[in-house]
């Protein structure tokens, strides 16, 4: 899958000097080099998820039931009324169409979309976590989103899972002795009460509490994006002509390949690189300042639950994205996560943090390439007329699902 990326990656970098093309016998003035790259956007060119070497139960399907049930499960929260799905919503693409994120408290950024993630090697807007079942594992012990602690969630699942969890992953421990909130990362009470007790039974609860998050994620790898008009279109007979799609909307399309250059980040079949640029996106303020990947960088080396880490069921040598992720530099600065355009425009506001209200002010955003508040913006301002703008956005309104 890595290597598919990276020659998306590549084809996508010959797409800036996109242009009609050399037209084919039909006159339609695609070339074939145009429709490959067009193909290459479909949901037919996804390749199956990915194996997952450090989650062993990652395609279990027993795991896939236990984690679907905890995604839903608001007891995993400080206050009994906040699960994943509270911000991951199933009819909402799993977010939550607000700016900030909201559990126990507000969060500082936007709820991503979990379609397809299995197939990205960083999660998060700044990538620090490098799995699906390390990333669901950070917001469980989050003060502004489930605000829980490791030995609470332990006993959830001794109370109320115990026979799926053992089907899996074996007995748990006796929890009797322990406290009933404790935890390194869930304020100062639990803190000390989890460095109280003994390494042996910290090692224990930190076995079940990644074992939460693997289950999760095996849940997770099963949600995958759904077609769009964009896709049946693809595979229609009238293509590449318009039909399925209108004139514009694919006037739209050759503006994301072309000099809208949309495709340098938005490419493959996610509508996405999985990387990670400053495009100069304005902070919000009254919000701490956000180094974005530069700072989850650091966050995804030094992560317990991580590809190498004690509870990855990994062998170093498969744990290739983080052992050779580049240091950690200025260059990352406010840059973040290209999110996908699969259906972008049922999700507003835009951005790591809600700043964008609409698809008209996003393309906008893009063409004026304006100054970064920190860090330096990879934009440069592009030549686009309004006619451009509206058929740009014309085409991103088709990567709505199929209704």
Known sequence: MRKLLFALQ???????????GVPDKDGSGWSQEDLALVR????????PVPADPSNRVADDSRAVELGRALFFDARFSSTGDIACAT???PDRQFQDDRPLGQGVGRTGRRTMPIA?????????????KDSLWAQALGPLESAVEHGGDRTHYARLIAKHYREEYEALFGSLPDLAGMPDNAGPNSG???AAAWNAMVEEDREAVNVVFANIGKA????ERTITPVETRFDAWVGSAEFPAPGLLSEQEVAGLRIFLGKGQCINCHNGPLLTDNHFHNTGVPAVPGLPQDQ???????????????????????????CSELRFMASADHSMRRAFKTPSLRGVARRPPYMHAGQIQNL???????VAASKAPAGESELRPLDMDEQDRRNLEAFLRSLDAVR
């Open 216 to 219: 999760i994620a095996a849940f």
């Open 360 to 366: 008209t002010q996003v393309i906008a955003h893009y």
């Open 40 to 47: 290459s956007l479909s949901l037919k060119a996804l390749p």
């Open 87 to 89: 911000c991951h919503l």
């Open 10 to 20: 590549l084809l996508a970098v010959g797409a800036v000097a996109f242009a009609a």
């Open 188 to 190: 100062p009470k639990p």
């Open 292 to 318: 974005g990947r530069e700072a989850g960088m650091q966050l995804v080396r030094e992560d317990i639950f991580n590809c190498l880490g004690p509870y990855s069921d990994a062998e170093p040598d498969q």
């Open 116 to 128: 397809g993630m299995a197939h990205s090697p960083f999660l998060f807007w700044d990538g620090r």
